[in-house]
């Protein structure tokens, strides 16, 4: 009897491993901001990667969410960028000479949306119900980094600001 309580908490056990491994992460994105990613996506949408076309490795391009505040709003920026990169107009202050420094943040994570990468980068720590950061993958892929020496495109798209 005893060895058949050991094996039910056992096997238990393994069902709630398994489950907690093969459980799918999924990103919250609260409704405004699904709709707001959707709609920008549709607007700017990735082409076609260069690689195919000239047989040179690019980065693959994504999309990317910087949050900041100002005040008392939470502000953000949607950007299609042809590579991973923290630098945002969020992220600049201007110094004593009048020159404007930009900072680099380092990305909080991925995830995918409607088969596109988005690079989520909170460098403000201001993210709070627009997503939830800890549904993030946080390793990017190299195929979204740009590496010295390789080459590089340029997206003439804008970036769109929201508060919050």
């Known amino acids: 009897m005893a060895t ?3 094996m039910k908490k056992i096997f238990l056990l393994f069902i709630i491993l398994y489950s907690s491994c093969t459980k799918n992460k999924e990103i919250i994105l609260d409704e405004k901001l699904k709709k707001e990613l959707s709609e920008y996506i549709l607007k700017n949408p990735i082409v076609k990667k260069n690689s195919e076309l000239l047989d040179v490795k690019f980065p693959y391009p994504s999309y990317h969410i910087y949050f900041n505040n100002k005040s008392s709003d939470t502000i953000l920026e949607l950007k299609l960028s042809p590579f991973v990169n923290g630098f945002s107009e969020f992220y600049t ?4 000479e009048g020159e404007k420094l930009y900072f680099d943040y380092t990305p909080n994570g991925f995830f995918i949306y409607e088969g ?4 989520v980068i909170n460098g403000a720590n201001k993210i709070n119900k627009q997503i939830n950061i800890n549904g993030l993958t946080k390793k990017i892929p190299d195929s979204l980094k740009w590496e010295l020496g390789m080459p590089n495109i340029h997206l003439n798209v804008k970036s769109e600001y929201y508060i919050k």
């Open 4 to 6: 058949i309580n050991k």
């Open 93 to 96: 202050e201007y110094n004593s």
């Open 116 to 119: 596109n990468p988005v690079i």
